[in-house]
């Protein structure tokens, strides 16, 4: 379970900076 969590952690934080490049 704690893998699980560290795991989404990071999938989140590029997906931010994908958005952040789009208008």
């Known amino acids: 379970m704690v893998n ?6 990071p999938i ?4 931010s900076k994908l958005n952040t490049h789009l208008p």
Do not use: V, Y
């Open 12 to 15: 989140l934080i590029p997906r």
């Open 4 to 9: 699980r969590d560290a795991g989404s952690e």
